[in-house]
Every structure is written in C-alpha cells, then in structure tokens.
C-alpha cells in the first residue's frame, strides 16, 4: 500500500531507502565505495513504480 495517493513506494519501501541513504552517507564519509547500495537503492523505487504502473493499468480496466 502506497504511503500517499501520489507515491508509489510503501512505507516499508520508504523506511529501507531512508536507512540504506544514512549507510551511503557514512559509507561516503570514510571514503569507501557506495555503488551497491545505490543499486539496493535503485531496485526497490523500480520495484515499486512496476507495481504501481500494474496497479494503474488494472483500475483502468
């Protein structure tokens, strides 16, 4: 379920990118790379916006 009628990502969804964010940044202070997690990152928001591009085209039925 959809935090807002306009997000796609769940608040769980939401919660992962906030935490996987912080570990970047920190990742980012000590100066070690960070490309994983991006990639973490980028998975879930596909993931999400797949499903709600199949939850728009069902309602449109």
Do not use: C, F, Y
């Amino acid at each position: 379920m959809a935090l807002t009628g306009k997000d796609p990502h769940s608040a769980g969804e939401i919660l992962r990118v906030v935490a996987l964010g912080v570990r970047i940044e920190r990742r980012k202070a000590r100066g070690k790379p960070v490309k994983a997690l991006e990639n973490r990152v980028e998975r879930i928001r596909e993931t999400a916006q797949k499903r709600e591009d199949q939850r728009g085209k069902s309602r449109k039925k």
